[in-house]
């Protein structure tokens, strides 16, 4: 049961899933600002998220020697 409600929940969501309401005149407006909402936002929190870490946190250089266990 929980896997087709999973299934069914990432069929419902994203900007795909709103091209068929794009041309209505009443909720074309709405749809193309969702659209454009998510597929921002995905790239910011895909590429120009980390990118930004990377810049101001530096990749710390790994030394060959295993953490200690903890005790």
Do not use: H
């Amino acid at each position: 049961m929980i896997a087709s409600l999973d299934k069914a929940a990432k069929l419902q969501t994203g900007a795909p899933n709103m091209i068929p309401i794009a041309p209505t005149v009443f909720w074309g407006p709405m749809a193309v600002a969702i659209m454009g909402g998510l597929l921002v936002a995905t790239v910011l929190t895909l590429v120009l998220l980390p990118t930004m870490y990377v810049a101001c946190f530096g990749e710390k250089e790994r030394t060959g020697a295993p953490a200690p266990a903890p005790s």
